[in-house]
Nanobody, 115 residues
């Protein structure tokens, strides 16, 4: 099993910034990608940003230009820098790791953006 420990969520005013972190540990074989998803009440979980082992990134249209995903391969850690936050970014944010075809999820960290 792979354990994911997330941190960095919280309450911020619109226009503010937060940085999420997710550290993977345990029986890691070969991480293919690391990413962040989010789920607001009543909505489906959606991809926010993804980064592959090679450094290729993918972002949801709604966060392009505001969020930046990065990764420290040596630490098996992924970061999500979130700037210019909007109330519609309010959600539980979940870290995801794809490791040799195995999917692992973090427990989620709440991000709340007040207007």
């Amino acid at each position: 099993q792979v354990q994911l420990v997330e941190s960095g969520g919280g309450l911020v005013q619109a226009g503010g910034s937060l940085r999420l972190s997710c550290a993977a540990s345990g029986s890691i074989l070969s991480i293919n990608s690391m990413g962040w998803y989010r789920q607001a009440p009543g909505n489906q979980r959606e991809l926010v940003a993804l980064i592959t082992s090679g450094g290729t990134t993918n972002y949801a249209e709604s966060v392009k230009g505001r969020f930046t995903i990065s990764r420290d391969n040596a630490k098996n850690t992924v970061y999500l820098q979130m700037n210019s936050l909007k109330p519609e970014d309010t959600a539980a944010y979940y870290c995801h790791v794809l490791d040799r075809g195995r999917n692992f999820w973090g427990q989620g960290t709440q991000v709340t953006v007040s207007s």
